[in-house]
């Protein structure tokens, strides 16, 4: 039996990584006062800059390669859509012509305005993504559940993403059934598409049904029974630190988009 | 026959082409697996898997047992003949117009059974036809099996059931370690104690009678141990 | 006493038509070890989820009779703390899986976070059941990426943990090879030692002829027979019951219409093999004193082909065996 890890239960839950150690909902204010901190700001230089930012803290906290694979992705898909229409659109404020594509003039003004709302679109779009990268979605629900979320809805929430899992799983494993049964699955578009409803019918029943059972077996485990639950895995509550890490970032959102009304309102 | 995780269902799965071998060759009647779809290898090979709600999918017993021949375009007459002797060796006769949920799991097994029957592979495997079967559902196995047999198919099964290899099949395979380690006559693999033990089966029980009274000659039935007393 | 007890119970699933349980009384005492085999369809699982308190909580449908659980009728119990008192393990090991732990260990934790037991103590309690069944090694691996022979593993170890008094187990063993099934028989049995009520629903008749105390064969929905397992496995009957015998009960009857019958009918290996070795002590000791009384050997093999009893096949009657006395 391994005792380490049966005795890491004792101890509050770290994976000896600053950032990662963070408590959840400290995460949670930091990463959603600097997304909503974009917004407020809406300039590229700003925006753009704590995209690096993060990721550099994903990079920190491990998992930098899961982090920019979507991360990147987004940019790509995004940036490219938001700054070709904004060239489209926006023509009464175009004045300087950056170059020219096949007789298409790129104008600058434009340029920059795409950028700043991609700024702000990916910082915030990053922030959520940093968070919901570095922070399982179990220590999430533990969290809320300290905050008095139920544990009914805490399951629901993590079951449901196994059975995410588990449904893809089984989808494959019926597609091999029908397949071992000589349903072709390969080959056109047609074919695939064909092939592809036999799977449907199982895949939901069995989903139904395992509830059933699922249920029941829950109930077994003492699921219903009201009283206070034990965590074995326990998270170290937010500390004096992190307090007021995360209330100086709000104040720092806060002042910002006081700042951001002042000047609108100076204007 | 072999413990869980031995490679058992990765092996028969091999033999259906619905995995390829990484290395060397599986040739089912001349045609090489690797050069042919799943579907063309399951043709001639049926697998029946161990869930049958993963095969499943028509709404009544009779249209998923019409289903494949339907598939194939089969001629309605010979259809009919193909869906009838499967319905008549899986004895679901009376299920017909259910929908296959309606039916207890054990017969569920059956219905799925019966739909690879009805596309007349020249093999089929059963992968744990046994587990959760109760007297009657063994017996229906066991004819099953004969019936197959005299139509021509050849039948593999994987099972745990020690009493139900004995009493069925003529050649047992025995894997451990994602290997073969033994293949023969069920007398000489379960008089192997080698085998056994490193398989980790056991002798069905009349066997294990004979041992420990030390009655020789490889007993494995009721009445040659009746006899040798 | 009874910790359990039917008493006329009559069950209607909604929408069937015919009962699943009808007119089922009997009452399971504590300590003991229960065995309930018999055709599918007949009433098992059904029987079960009424001693679990899911009849008449979870599944609708009517319910007459009285089921009495340590005292209380079923129908008062709160379904929560039943779940404490009542320990239930069943045959598909997928659902029985929370999917919400991300180790072995938690898994079987779980039970425990819901009773609210102290930390220190569930550390120390699911370390014990994890080596009882032999899932030491799989602590930290996810318990969603498991085999079917090892859910079903967490999944008995995630009951055991929870020390229920009795526990239900319907079909545990069908995903298993012989090992595993032989490992949870042993884990049953241990918790017998203990002291613990179990009721298990079982086709494997070989595991369940060496285990339970007692058997119940169900069919249609009634109890075709019920008694010690002894004095149910002898018994030929129990074959037109739907239920299997186990090969050495076989073998008894066997030999028995052989002509060369054994002291009693034997249901396991250990007690087959001393009944043919008591057979064969006395076979040879009247041997030993027919050739004492008959000294020329002609003599002898004449006197055994002719005399109508042998101690082998009993007394000879116009060509047929009868069947013999038992050997003295």
Same mark, same amino acid.
């Given at each position: 039996?391994?005792?380490?890890?049966?005795?890491?239960?004792?101890?509050?839950?770290?994976?000896?990584?600053?950032?990662?150690?963070?408590?959840?909902?400290?995460?949670?204010?930091?990463?959603?006062?600097?997304?909503?901190?974009?917004?407020?700001?809406?300039?590229?230089?700003?925006?753009?800059?704590?995209?690096?930012?993060?990721?550099?803290?994903?990079?920190?906290?491990?998992?930098?390669?899961?982090?920019?694979?979507?991360?990147?992705?987004?940019?790509?898909?995004?940036?490219?859509?938001?700054?070709?229409?904004?060239?489209?659109?926006?023509?009464?404020?175009?004045?300087?012509?950056?170059?020219?594509?096949?007789?298409?003039?790129?104008?600058?003004?434009?340029?920059?305005?795409?950028?700043?709302?991609?700024?702000?679109?990916?910082?915030?779009?990053?922030?959520?993504?940093?968070?919901?990268?570095?922070?399982?979605?179990?220590?999430?629900?533990?969290?809320?559940?300290?905050?008095?979320?139920?544990?009914?809805?805490?399951?629901?929430?993590?079951?449901?993403?196994?059975?995410?899992?588990?449904?893809?799983?089984?989808?494959?494993?019926?597609?091999?059934?029908?397949?071992?049964?000589?349903?072709?699955?390969?080959?056109?578009?047609?074919?695939?598409?064909?092939?592809?409803?036999?799977?449907?019918?199982?895949?939901?029943?069995?989903?139904?049904?395992?509830?059933?059972?699922?249920?029941?077996?829950?109930?077994?485990?003492?699921?219903?029974?009201?009283?206070?639950?034990?965590?074995?895995?326990?998270?170290?509550?937010?500390?004096?630190?992190?307090?007021?890490?995360?209330?100086?970032?709000?104040?720092?959102?806060?002042?910002?988009?006081?700042?951001?009304?002042?000047?609108?309102?100076?204007? | 026959?072999?413990?869980?995780?031995?490679?058992?269902?990765?092996?028969?799965?091999?033999?259906?082409?619905?995995?390829?071998?990484?290395?060397?060759?599986?040739?089912?009647?001349?045609?090489?697996?690797?050069?042919?779809?799943?579907?063309?290898?399951?043709?001639?090979?049926?697998?029946?898997?161990?869930?049958?709600?993963?095969?499943?999918?028509?709404?009544?017993?009779?249209?998923?047992?019409?289903?494949?021949?339907?598939?194939?375009?089969?001629?309605?007459?010979?259809?009919?003949?193909?869906?009838?002797?499967?319905?008549?060796?899986?004895?679901?006769?009376?299920?017909?117009?259910?929908?296959?949920?309606?039916?207890?799991?054990?017969?569920?097994?059956?219905?799925?059974?019966?739909?690879?029957?009805?596309?007349?592979?020249?093999?089929?495997?059963?992968?744990?036809?046994?587990?959760?079967?109760?007297?009657?559902?063994?017996?229906?196995?066991?004819?099953?099996?004969?019936?197959?047999?005299?139509?021509?198919?050849?039948?593999?099964?994987?099972?745990?059931?020690?009493?139900?290899?004995?009493?069925?099949?003529?050649?047992?395979?025995?894997?451990?370690?994602?290997?073969?380690?033994?293949?023969?006559?069920?007398?000489?693999?379960?008089?192997?104690?080698?085998?056994?033990?490193?398989?980790?089966?056991?002798?069905?029980?009349?066997?294990?009678?004979?041992?420990?009274?030390?009655?020789?000659?490889?007993?494995?039935?009721?009445?040659?141990?009746?006899?040798?007393? | 006493?009874?910790?359990?007890?039917?008493?006329?119970?009559?069950?209607?699933?909604?929408?069937?038509?015919?009962?699943?349980?009808?007119?089922?009384?009997?009452?399971?005492?504590?300590?003991?070890?229960?065995?309930?085999?018999?055709?599918?369809?007949?009433?098992?699982?059904?029987?079960?989820?009424?001693?679990?308190?899911?009849?008449?909580?979870?599944?609708?449908?009517?319910?007459?009779?009285?089921?009495?659980?340590?005292?209380?009728?079923?129908?008062?119990?709160?379904?929560?703390?039943?779940?404490?008192?009542?320990?239930?393990?069943?045959?598909?090991?997928?659902?029985?899986?929370?999917?919400?732990?991300?180790?072995?260990?938690?898994?079987?934790?779980?039970?425990?976070?819901?009773?609210?037991?102290?930390?220190?103590?569930?550390?120390?309690?699911?370390?014990?059941?994890?080596?009882?069944?032999?899932?030491?090694?799989?602590?930290?691996?996810?318990?969603?990426?498991?085999?079917?022979?090892?859910?079903?593993?967490?999944?008995?170890?995630?009951?055991?943990?929870?020390?229920?008094?009795?526990?239900?187990?319907?079909?545990?063993?069908?995903?298993?090879?012989?090992?595993?099934?032989?490992?949870?028989?042993?884990?049953?049995?241990?918790?017998?030692?203990?002291?613990?009520?179990?009721?298990?629903?079982?086709?494997?008749?070989?595991?369940?002829?060496?285990?339970?105390?007692?058997?119940?064969?169900?069919?249609?929905?009634?109890?075709?027979?019920?008694?010690?397992?002894?004095?149910?496995?002898?018994?030929?009957?129990?074959?037109?019951?739907?239920?299997?015998?186990?090969?050495? !009960?076989?073998?008894?009857?066997?030999?028995?219409?052989?002509?060369?019958?054994?002291?009693?009918?034997?249901?396991?290996?250990?007690?087959?093999?001393?009944?043919?070795?008591?057979?064969?002590?006395?076979?040879?000791?009247?041997?030993?004193?027919?050739?004492?009384?008959?000294?020329?050997?002609?003599?002898?093999?004449?006197?055994?082909?002719?005399?109508?009893?042998?101690?082998?096949?009993?007394?000879?009657?116009?060509?047929?065996?009868?069947? !013999?006395?038992?050997?003295?």
């Amino acid at each position: 039996m391994d005792m380490q890890f049966v005795n890491s239960f004792k101890s509050y839950q770290k994976v000896g990584n600053f950032w990662c150690d963070l408590y959840p909902l400290t995460k949670m204010i930091i990463c959603f006062s600097v997304g909503l901190s974009t917004i407020v700001v809406a300039d590229w230089r700003y925006g753009f800059a704590w995209c690096l930012f993060y990721f550099l803290f994903a990079a920190l906290a491990g998992c930098g390669k899961k982090f920019a694979k979507v991360f990147l992705v987004l940019f790509v898909v995004i940036g490219l859509f938001l700054t070709v229409i904004r060239q489209i659109g926006a023509r009464d404020v175009n004045t300087t012509v950056m170059f020219s594509l096949f007789g298409w003039k790129w104008h600058l003004e434009s340029f920059v305005i795409a950028m700043n709302i991609n700024s702000y679109m990916l910082g915030f779009a990053g922030a959520v993504l940093l968070f919901f990268n570095t922070t399982a979605m179990r220590d999430i629900m533990y969290s809320f559940e300290m905050l008095g979320v139920s544990h009914e809805t805490s399951f629901i929430m993590l079951s449901s993403m196994q059975n995410i899992i588990d449904l893809r799983k089984t989808s494959v494993t019926i597609l091999e059934s029908q397949k071992s049964r000589g349903i072709e699955t390969d080959g056109n578009v047609f074919l695939r598409i064909k092939a592809f409803f036999p799977t449907i019918g199982p895949l939901m029943l069995g989903a139904f049904s395992s509830t059933e059972e699922k249920s029941i077996a829950m109930d077994a485990r003492a699921f219903s029974v009201d009283r206070k639950h034990t965590y074995i895995r326990e998270l170290e509550p937010m500390t004096g630190k992190e307090k007021l890490l995360s209330a100086a970032f709000v104040v720092a959102l806060v002042a910002l988009l006081a700042a951001r009304i002042l000047l609108s309102i100076l204007k | 026959m072999g413990q869980n995780g031995a490679g058992k269902t990765t092996c028969v799965k091999m033999m259906n082409g619905l995995n390829r071998p990484t290395e060397g060759d599986v040739i089912i009647d001349g045609v090489n697996t690797k050069e042919k779809t799943t579907a063309f290898i399951a043709r001639m090979v049926g697998y029946v898997f161990q869930n049958p709600d993963e095969q499943i999918f028509n709404s009544t017993v009779i249209s998923e047992i019409e289903y494949m021949p339907r598939y194939f375009k089969i001629p309605e007459e010979e259809m009919k003949r193909r869906v009838d002797r499967a319905v008549e060796l899986t004895d679901i006769k009376k299920y017909l117009h259910t929908n296959p949920l309606d039916i207890p799991y054990p017969i569920r097994k059956f219905v799925a059974i019966a739909a690879v029957i009805a596309a007349k592979p020249r093999y089929i495997i059963l992968d744990e036809p046994t587990a959760g079967q109760d007297k009657h559902g063994t017996e229906t196995l066991a004819s099953l099996i004969k019936g197959l047999e005299e139509d021509g198919v050849t039948v593999l099964t994987i099972t745990h059931d020690m009493d139900f290899a004995v009493a069925n099949f003529k050649r047992i395979v025995v894997m451990a370690h994602k290997n073969v380690i033994a293949d023969g006559d069920p007398r000489d693999i379960f008089w192997n104690e080698e085998v056994v033990q490193e398989a980790r089966i056991k002798k069905p029980q009349i066997g294990e009678i004979a041992k420990k009274i030390g009655v020789g000659g490889k007993v494995l039935f009721c009445d040659e141990l009746v006899e040798r007393l | 006493m009874a910790f359990i007890e039917l008493k006329n119970a009559t069950y209607k699933y909604p929408y069937t038509k015919e009962p699943a349980l009808k007119d089922v009384s009997y009452s399971f005492e504590k300590g003991k070890f229960y065995g309930i085999i018999g055709e599918n369809g007949g009433g098992k699982t059904t029987l079960c989820n009424l001693m679990r308190g899911l009849i008449p909580h979870f599944y609708l449908g009517k319910l007459t009779g009285e089921a009495i659980i340590d005292g209380v009728d079923v129908r008062e119990w709160d379904t929560a703390e039943i779940s404490a008192q009542i320990g239930y393990v069943f045959q598909n090991p997928f659902t029985q899986i929370s999917g919400i732990k991300e180790t072995v260990f938690e898994e079987v934790a779980m039970g425990l976070e819901n009773l609210g037991v102290p930390k220190d103590e569930i550390l120390d309690r699911v370390c014990q059941v994890c080596r009882q069944l032999k899932i030491e090694d799989l602590i930290k691996n996810n318990p969603n990426e498991l085999s079917g022979g090892q859910r079903q593993r967490v999944a008995f170890a995630s009951i055991i943990v929870m020390d229920p008094e009795t526990l239900i187990i319907d079909e545990p063993t069908s995903q298993l090879d012989p090992e595993g099934t032989e490992d949870v028989f042993e884990i049953i049995h241990t918790l017998k030692g203990r002291g613990k009520t179990l009721v298990l629903v079982e086709h494997k008749i070989d595991l369940i002829a060496e285990y339970c105390d007692e058997i119940l064969v169900m069919q249609h929905g009634s109890i075709a027979a019920s008694g010690p397992t002894k004095k149910i496995l002898s018994d030929l009957s129990v074959l037109d019951k739907g239920a299997m015998l186990p090969g050495a !009960a076989i073998f008894g009857h066997e030999m028995q219409r052989a002509g060369k019958p054994l002291r009693e009918i034997p249901i396991t290996v250990d007690e087959a093999a001393a009944l043919v070795a008591e057979r064969g002590k006395a076979e040879w000791q009247s041997r030993l004193k027919t050739r004492a009384l008959a000294t020329p050997t002609g003599l002898r093999r004449w006197r055994t082909l002719t005399s109508p009893y042998s101690p082998a096949s009993g007394w000879r009657l116009w060509g047929r065996t009868a069947p !013999a006395r038992p050997p003295a």
